[in-house]
């Protein structure tokens, strides 16, 4: 059974920054996976913030590129995201996704920016 798990979320003032990790279990060969991160803001969808294919391929959306890194350990089935110079409009939920043949997610963590 998959299982992602989200982990450092939080509440910081604009201008701060934050680190996210997940953690994925239950896949072997994580390295075959595409992996990715979402959003989903008060009252809109879901959105891709960031994606790292599994030919390491990376995508963001124009609002966080410059601002965001995504990174993956294969090793140890983790995937991060590295958050910079956050801005109010950079709260949400931020959920993990990795896909291959299934698309699988977490729960989400919480990411407040709020001076």
């Known amino acids: 059974q998959v299982q992602l798990v989200e982990t450092g979320g939080g509440e910081v003032r604009p201008g701060g920054s934050l680190r996210l990790s997940c953690e994925a279990s239950?896949?072997?060969?994580?390295?075959?996976?595409?992996t990715g991160w979402y959003r989903r803001a008060p009252g809109k969808q879901r959105e891709l913030v960031a994606r790292?294919?599994?030919?390491?391929?990376?995508d963001y959306d124009d609002n966080v590129r410059g601002r965001f890194t995504i990174a993956r350990d294969n090793p140890n089935n983790i995937v991060y995201l590295e958050m910079n110079d956050l801005k109010p409009e950079d709260t949400g939920v931020y959920y993990c996704?990795?896909?291959?043949?299934?698309?699988?997610w977490g729960q989400g963590t919480q990411v407040t920016v709020s001076s």
């Open positions: 996704d990795v896909v291959r043949y299934s698309d699988y």
């Open positions: 239950g896949i072997s060969s994580f390295n075959l996976y595409t």
């Open positions: 790292i294919t599994v030919e390491g391929y990376l």
